[in-house]
Structures are given as C-alpha cells and as structure tokens.
C-alpha cells in the first residue's frame, strides 16, 4: 500500500471520528442527559410480544399455571420486550434516530409483572466514538426490574451535518 494511500485511509479515519464527536455535539448531547418512558404493560403487550418472538413460556402467558406452579403471583414480563422499551428510549429520544447499540449489559434483579407500570430511564454516561449509556427499569412499587448499559454509535448517514 502506497504512503499516499496510507495517509489518506488514516485522514478519513480521523475524520470519521471527529465527526462523530460533532454530530453529538450538534445534537446538544450532554453527560448527565436522561430521557424517560413510562408504559403500563398488559396482557395484550405479552400476548403480542410473544406471538412475535415466538417465546411462548407458559411463565409468561398462562397466568393458571403461573399461580399453581411457580412463586410468582402473576405472569412475567419477558427480559427482552423491557429491553425493548430501553431501546425505543435510545432509538427515538436519547440519543435519538442513528443511535445504534453495538454492546449491551442487561441485568433483571426483580420480576416484573403483566399489569405493572414502568419508568424507564436512560442515562447519558460518556461521549466518545463510542456513547455509553446507564438504564434503569424501576415499577411503580420502586422494584428495579431491569438495569445496566449500552454503547451505542450514530450512524454517520442519520442526522448529517450541513
């Protein structure tokens, strides 16, 4: 590869990177930024949500068997559909569109029933070429149902600076 070659790919790589720093910037992204999202979770979500993942535990869906089998006083909220209330947070308000998740930690300390409403919230921790996230799920009683982090990238061909 031809010195020239090697200066530009290293140029544009910098670039890129610089880029990424104006586009948050230009986003009036900040450290210490929160958006949240409240959502009562229904039966109707569940049914829904399992249908579509094909995840079809019965801890899940058949409140009968959750009461005579398990510990658990009703149905259980899948991880993955709180998960996806963090990522439409992410997607749609904090960054925002061209946000995407390239590594995640998800930790489920306590259940979160069907029937039971939700805050989430997403936390903005660090800005570089990669943004970094803290997020929490918290019910109304206060249990924490969902917590961790994610680092996230702007697509460069979302948000384009003019």
């Known amino acids: 590869m031809s010195l020239l070659l090697k200066f530009l790919l290293n140029v544009r790589c910098l670039t890129s990177r610089k880029l990424l720093l104006v586009r948050a910037q230009c986003l009036s992204l900040k450290i210490g930024d929160t958006a949240t999202l409240r959502k009562k979770i229904t039966s109707a979500d569940i049914e829904k949500f399992a249908k579509l993942s094909g995840d079809t535990n019965p801890l ?3 409140r009968n068997y959750v009461v005579a089998k398990t510990s658990f006083k009703n ?4 991880g ?3 998960n996806s209330l ?3 947070v992410i ?4 960054p925002g569109p061209g946000a995407v998740v390239v590594k995640e930690e998800l930790n489920f300390p306590n259940p979160c ?3 039971e409403e939700v805050k989430v919230t997403v936390r903005l921790r660090e800005i ?3 943004i970094t996230v803290d997020f929490t799920c918290v019910t109304d009683a206060g249990q924490v149902v969902l917590c961790g982090n994610a680092r996230l990238v702007i697509n460069p061909s979302v948000n384009k600076i003019s």
């Open 113 to 115: 029933y069907v029937e």
């Open 80 to 82: 993955a559909y709180l």
């Open 128 to 130: 570089r070429k990669i």
């Open 75 to 78: 149905c259980l909220v899948h």
């Open 86 to 88: 963090v990522s439409s």
């Open 60 to 62: 899940h869906v058949d």
């Open 91 to 94: 997607g749609t308000r904090l």
